[in-house]
């Protein structure tokens, strides 16, 4: 069974800083790119980073640029995004998701639909200011 899920979440102030996991199991994970995105009340959900597991290529949104690190441990299938620096615009609740295919698209990477294969179920990211 594929399986993708998301911890880390939390409240914290602006300022502050997080670190999400996204843990993978159930597929070969180094044949899957992984990308985050978050969704915020009302809003679409919006792609945030994407990380290919074997070329270790990285894209972020312009909102996050500077702020989030998103990066891959093999061993444990797992990635991770560093969130630092963290704005109340930043709430949201994060997904990963699964993209077979060892690379991120540079075209494609932030779509939400016809893309990835695999979603967590999320996790809550709050920002108070």
């Known amino acids: 069974e594929v399986q993708l899920v998301e911890s880390g979440g939390g409240s914290v102030q602006a300022g502050g800083s997080l670190r999400l996991s996204c843990a993978a199991s159930?597929?070969?994970?180094?044949?899957?790119?992984i990308g985050w995105f978050r969704q915020s009340p009302g809003k679409e959900r919006e792609g945030v980073s994407c990380?290919?597991?074997?070329?270790?290529?990285?894209y972020y949104a312009d909102s996050v640029k500077g702020r989030f690190t998103v990066s891959i441990d093999n061993a444990k299938n797992t990635v991770y995004l560093q969130m630092n620096s963290l704005k109340p615009e930043d709430t949201a609740v994060y997904y990963c998701?699964?993209?077979?295919?060892?690379?991120?698209?540079?075209?494609?990477?932030?779509?939400?639909?016809?893309?990835?294969?695999?979603w967590g179920q999320g996790t809550q990211v709050s920002v108070s200011s």
């Open positions: 998701a699964a993209d077979w295919g060892p690379s991120c698209h540079l075209t494609t990477w932030y779509h939400t639909q016809g893309v990835y294969d695999y």
């Open positions: 159930g597929f070969t994970f180094d044949d899957y790119a």
């Open positions: 990380i290919g597991p074997s070329d270790g290529i990285t």
